[in-house]
C-alpha cells in the first residue's frame, strides 16, 4: 500500500475485505453444525473431511485473501475440535454441539457489528458505532476542547477511574525510536520511560522543598520553582543526557518554563489551572506577598501533557500517532468483542490472535484518525508489516486499568441505537 | 559466627542509629510539613526507632528483613526449583507491583547490559511471547521479530535476549533445520523454555498442558509474576557469585529497594483534619491509604538514614559480600538516589500528601515494630 493520501472511500473496503470474508466462514461452519447429526461431531475426522471439502469449494482470485480464508477456517475448525476433544468425556455431545453453535451465533453477531459499525458516505454520522466509540474513548482519556484548561477539566473527571489508561495512551512502547528533542519544536512524542521518571521526580521536588520566585506576570506573587538541575542529580552520567538537553522542551509539554537559565517554574496559564483544582494554593506571606504553595497529585503534570497533546494533535509525533490510534482501534474492537461475546467463547482466540488483529486494527486505525473522529494525521500510520507486528505485540501486555475500560466501553455499546 | 558475635552486624546497627541521629538533626532545623503535628509525628517516630532498633541486637531489623523479606523474596535455599516454588508461594500482588517495578525501572535502566535504548516492559514482551505459542517455548526469531527484522538482528537485540535468559535462568534447545524456506540455507533457531522442574509447579495454574492434544497453553493466571519469580529465585541462588546476577549494580538496586519498602513501613501513618481537601479527592481512598510525613523524602534527612539501611539489607540478604559492594560510590549514590523516587503507585503523590498505599508487606513490617515497641512499653 502506497502511502498517497487516501480517502475514507479507498480505506473502508480494505477494513471490510477481511471481515466479509470472516463471516460467511463462520455462519457456513454454524450452518454445517446444526446439520450435522451430533454423534458425528465424536469423530473428529468427519470434521476434517468437511474442512477439505469446504476448502475445494471456495477458490479466489487474490491469493492474500483466499490464505487467509484458509487460514482462519482451518482455525475455527481447529477450535472446534479441540473444544470436542477437550470435553467430549465430561459433558453430552448434544450440548457440546450446541455451545459450539451458540460460539459461533455471537461470534457472527460481533462480527456483523464491526462490518456495520459505519458506512461508505458516513451517511447517520452521529448514529455509527464508529463515531460513538470513538467519540466516548476520546471523552474519557483523549478530552477536546478549545484551550488546555478546558481538557485538562475533562480529563481530571476521569482521572479517579481511568488515570492508568489516561497515562497508558501517553507511553507508547516503541519509543525508542523517538528523538524527545525535535528540530521542529513543535512536534510532541509521547513519554518515554525516562521522561516519566523525570516528570515524577519534578513532582516529588515540588511537592517536597521547592524555592520561590517573583511571579513575572504578577505583582506581589511569589511562585514555586525548583532548580532544573536537581532534577538530574540521580542520573548516571550519560542516562538522562538526551533529556537534560531537551528539557525547555519537555517542560513546556507539561505547562513548565525555564526561567533565568536555571530555575523550572510554571507558566502563567499552568498556574491558573493548578490553582483551580488545588494543585496550587495561595499563602499569605508576613512581607504581604502572596506564595503559591504546590500540592501537586501523581497526575497533575502528566494530565497537562495529555491536555497539551490532545489540544495540538496535529503535531503529534509518528509514534505517538500510532499508538493513541491503536490503543483507540483496539478498544473499539475488544469492547464490541467484549458486548457481543461471552467469556467463554472459545473464538475469542481467533479475534485476539495477531493474524487477525493486523488484517482489521490497521485500516480501523486509519479510519479512527479521520476528522470526524479522532482528527489525527492518518498520514503518520506506518503501514509496514514488519512495524505492525511490533506495535500489536503490545496490545495483549495490557494493563488491568485498560481491562475495566474495555469493561465499560461494552456496556457503552449496549447503549448505541 | 553468632549474630552476638557478629561485629559487622553491630557496626552497622551503630551506623543506623547515627544515621537516625543525624537525620533528626537536619529534621529539627526545617519544617516542610503542612499538616499540624505531622513533623512531630516523625520526629517521635525516630526517636522511637533509636530507642528500640539496637534492642536484642537489632530484633526489628532481623524479623523484619529475615522473616518477611528474606523468605517472601530471597528464601534459603541453593536449588533452583525450591527457590521457585516457595517464591511462588508467598507471591501477592503487591509484591509483583514492587518487583516489576525493579526490573522495569531499576534493572532495565542498567542501559548497556540488559536493554541498550529498549527500557521498558521486558517481562510483558516475554510474557506476551510465551503466550503466543502453544508449546510453551519461544524462539528466539520470534523475539527478534519484536524488535525489528528477525532475520537480521541487531547484534544488542541478540545480547539483550541472552541477558533476559540468564536473569531469568531459562534453558534452550538448539533445533538444526538442513533447509530453511526463505534462504535454503541451513539454520539454527534456538528455543527457549522454563526447566522441567519449574514446568511441573506450573502445571494446571499456571500451564494446562493437553496430553490428547500434545499442547501446552498459558491460562489466564499466567502473567509477569511467573518471570518475577524466575529472576528472584535466580537472585537467591545465585546471591554468592555476583557474575550471574548482574554484579553490583543489582545487589544495589535490590538492597535500595528494599531498603526503601523498610523505611515506607516504618513511617507513621498521620490522622489528617476532617477538612483537608485530600479526604475529598477522589483518588484518595482512606480504607487503603494512610497520609504520611513527606520530609523524611527530604534529601537532607533521607541520605543519612538510606545509606545505612542499604548496608542492612545487603548484609542480611547477601552477607559480607553484598556488603562489600555497597560502596559510597557516586555512581551507587546515584542508584539509591534514583530508587527515591520509584516506586510510585504505592508511594503516591496526592495534592501535595504523601500517601501510602498500605499493601500487605507494609503492614507486616510496620507489625512488627509495633509489637516490640509495644511490648517493651508494656514491660516497663
Known sequence: MSSRREKWTDILPRYMTFISHMRPILRETRRIIMNLDADLLLDTEVLDKIRQEEEKRNIRKVRALSEFSAMYRSNVYEIIKDFIIKYRDKIPIIDIKDYIVDFLHESIDALSILQNITNPDERNLENTYLYRLAKFIEEIIFSRGNNIKHIYEKLLDHTPKFYECQRHLLMPHTYYREKIENPDFFMIPGISPKVYQIINNITSLYNLDPNFGNFPEKDNYEIPMIITNEVFLPYIDSIANAEEEAIENIAERIGFRILDGIFLAPQKNTVEIFLKHNFLRENKQSDGTIRLIPQFSNETLILYYLAFASLRRGFLSKELINWISMNFAFLAYMGILKWKLSDENIFYAIFKDLQTNEKVLPYLMKLICFPNYLGLDKMKIRDSVQYRKEIFNFIGSQIDNLKDFIEEIAIYCKTIR | MTENQDRTWKELLQEFIKGIDKAIEELEKRDV??????????????????????????????????????????????????????????????????????????????????????????????????????????????????????????????????????????????????????????????????????????????????????????????????????????ITINRDNLERIGGSYTVNGICAIFALVLLLSFMPKLSVDEKNPILRDPTFNEQNMSVIPKSWMMKQVLEPLFEPLIKVVAYRLGGGLWYSKIIDSEINKKIHAQIRFLLKDVNKWVLGQLVRVEVPIFISIANIFTEITVGTDSQE
Open chain 2, 33 to 234: 510539613e503542612n499538616i499540624p503535628g505531622a513533623k512531630q509525628a516523625l520526629l517521635k517516630r525516630l526517636n522511637n526507632m533509636k530507642l528500640h532498633f539496637p534492642n536484642n541486637d537489632g530484633e526489628i531489623f532481623i524479623r523484619a528483613i529475615n522473616d518477611k523479606i528474606q523468605n517472601a523474596f530471597f528464601p534459603d535455599t541453593q536449588d533452583f526449583i525450591e527457590a521457585f516454588e516457595k517464591i511462588l508461594k508467598s507471591r501477592t500482588h503487591e509484591q509483583d507491583f514492587i518487583i516489576n517495578e525493579l526490573l522495569n525501572g531499576f534493572v532495565t535502566s542498567k542501559a548497556k547490559a540488559i536493554a541498550l535504548g529498549t527500557q521498558g516492559p521486558v517481562i510483558d514482551r516475554m510474557v506476551e511471547a510465551f503466550t503466543k505459542r502453544n508449546d510453551f517455548h519461544i524462539v528466539d526469531h520470534q523475539f527478534f521479530a519484536m524488535f525489528g527484522d528477525p532475520n537480521k538482528p541487531r547484534s544488542y537485540i541478540k545480547k539483550q535476549l541472552e541477558e533476559l535468559v540468564n536473569m531469568f535462568g531459562l534453558i534452550s534447545k538448539e533445533l538444526v533445520v538442513e533447509k530453511d524456506k526463505r534462504t535454503s540455507e541451513r539454520k539454527i533457531y534456538t528455543f527457549y523454555t522454563f526447566p522441567d522442574g519449574i514446568l511441573k509447579i506450573l502445571e494446571e495454574k499456571y500451564i494446562i498442558i493437553d496430553e490428547d492434544l500434545g499442547h501446552a497453553y498459558v491460562s489466564e493466571e499466567f502473567d509477569r509474576t511467573v518471570f518475577i519469580c524466575m529472576f528472584l529465585a535466580n
